[in-house]
Structures are given as C-alpha cells and as structure tokens.
C-alpha cells in the first residue's frame, strides 16, 4: 500500500477483518476499553477510610506526596467505547511466557471512533490514507460503523479487560496498519516502489519488509 498515491479503503484491501484468533492479538478490536485524557492538573485519590460504609465515598483527594506512597490512584476522564490493539503479539504474550501474574499482563489499545466524530470535509481525505494520526477503517456489518482509529491516544490496558473482541484484521491489513503507524511515529512515508541502485530496476518497497505471520 502506498501513501503517496491516493487510494481509498476499498481499494487498499481484498479482506479487512477475520475471526479473532484464541488468544489477545495485534489488530483485534475491543468493545467496552476506557477511550480518555488525563487531565492537568491532575487528582490523585487513595482508598478512603470510610470506603467500608455504604453511601460514602470509596476515594479521596490527597496531595501530590503521592510519589511516596502506595495504593494511590489517578482520576481521569473517560468514555467506554472501541479500541483496537497495537502491540505486535510478542509483546502482548511476554508477560504470559515469562509466567507474571496475570495482573501483571497488558497491551497498548489505540481508541477507534465512528467516522461521523470527524468534519465531513475530513471523511474523503481519511478514507484515503491522506491523514497520519488517523487510520480508516470499512464497516462491518452490525458490529462495526466505518470509523476510524486515532493514533493520538495509545495507552496500556490490562490484558484481562480486553475480553470483549468483535473482530480482528487479516494479516494483510495488519500490515497496513504498521506501515501507517510507521508514517504517524517517524513522519516519513514508504514509497511504494524504489530503484535498486545498482542495477535501478524497480522494486516493491515490501519486499524490504518482514512480517512474521501471527501464530
């Protein structure tokens, strides 16, 4: 797939979405993950100690000496909405390999949003890989509007929240997917062919690339 040669979605891709695979992987999409921004200032909560009686608060305000204690918990903003996640599957199973406490297991969830959230004036430009922060995504039948996934707002999830899958990209689009990112993180663009420069006969640029197939 090109970036610098406008194609739309329906263009880019034969297959967008496959079944999703028993385990947590690379380019699920999950209902139900908190979609946020921490505010600043920022409120930093600890258990309270009337958090046992029915009617009180479970939390309360302390002040920013938080670094030194334990327990304490930050107060956001959030909505519950879709995500898809952005780890590659080796990061996402290293916790589980390497037997941590389940607890201890996460992913990086990228939020995915309606493509209605946008200006109109923005849905051709999206639809057609034109915007780095923003990755299109084709409707899904019921399951899924065409939306979109805003690259902006990455942040860890515990693995056990993200049990919810709808449906997860084919291998293909995963592929996309990175390439995009790669764009969104470096700001830089992979052409699609190149010349070898010995012999400047044209090549795919994704020959260069090795994806290892999910197992």
Known sequence: MTMSNPITV????????????PDLSQGDIVRFVPQGLIDAPMTICQPADNS?????????????S???RKGVFLHARFSMGL???????????????QKRPEREWFAALAPV??????DPSLHDNVRTFGRAQYFPLPAKADDLPESYVDLRYIWPVRYSLLADRITALT?????????????????????????CPHCQKLIKSSSL???KEPE
């Open 83 to 97: 995500g898809i996640v952005v780890w590659p599957d080796c990061q996402i199973d290293k916790g589980k390999n």
């Open 66 to 68: 938080y670094s030194q």
């Open 113 to 118: 949003f309606p493509i209605t959230k946008l």
């Open 209 to 211: 690339l090795r994806f």
């Open 52 to 64: 046992a009686q029915v009617g009180k608060a479970r939390y309360s305000v302390i002040d920013k």
């Open 171 to 195: 291998q293909e689009a995963r592929q996309a997917f990175a390439l995009h990112r790669f764009w969104f993180d470096t700001g830089a663009q992979i052409n699609e062919n190149i010349n």
């Open 10 to 21: 329906s263009e880019a891709l034969d297959e967008w979405y496959t079944d999703v695979s």
